[in-house]
């Protein structure tokens, strides 16, 4: 995959993560796949996952934390955080 379409992807997956149209699992799932190629053994190694947890991770039967999610998300150039809501939610009760 050349650099422009890795971009692109990575545009892509972000933007479905934002909008919900994609879950966590199902774009870790995409990028291993069409951005490294990697199968679930080799990326959870270079992840330092079992591969296992990987597989939950993907099926979206886990509970990962932050520190889990961004070892994922760091071969990507990305990372999870907290970011501020849009201002129609700010202040709004939960």
């Given at each position: 995959?050349?650099?422009?379409?890795?971009?692109?992807?990575?545009?892509?997956?972000?933007?479905?993560?934002?909008?919900?149209?994609?879950?966590?699992?199902?774009?870790?799932?995409?990028?291993?796949?069409?951005?490294?190629?990697?199968?679930?053994?080799?990326?959870?190694?270079?992840?330092?996952?079992?591969?296992?947890?990987?597989?939950?991770?993907?099926?979206?039967?886990?509970?990962p934390t932050l520190q889990t999610l961004n070892s994922v998300f760091k071969p990507f150039g990305m990372q999870?955080?907290?970011?501020?809501?849009?201002?129609?939610?700010?202040?709004?009760?939960?």
């Amino acid at each position: 995959m050349e650099m422009a379409e890795r971009a692109k992807l990575l545009t892509e997956v972000q933007e479905k993560l934002a909008t919900g149209e994609l879950t966590i699992g199902k774009a870790i799932q995409k990028l291993r796949k069409e951005f490294t190629g990697l199968d679930q053994e080799r990326f959870a190694s270079l992840c330092k996952l079992s591969t296992r947890a990987l597989r939950k991770l993907e099926h979206d039967q886990a509970n990962p934390t932050l520190q889990t999610l961004n070892s994922v998300f760091k071969p990507f150039g990305m990372q999870v955080g907290i970011v501020p809501a849009p201002k129609k939610h700010r202040g709004a009760r939960v």
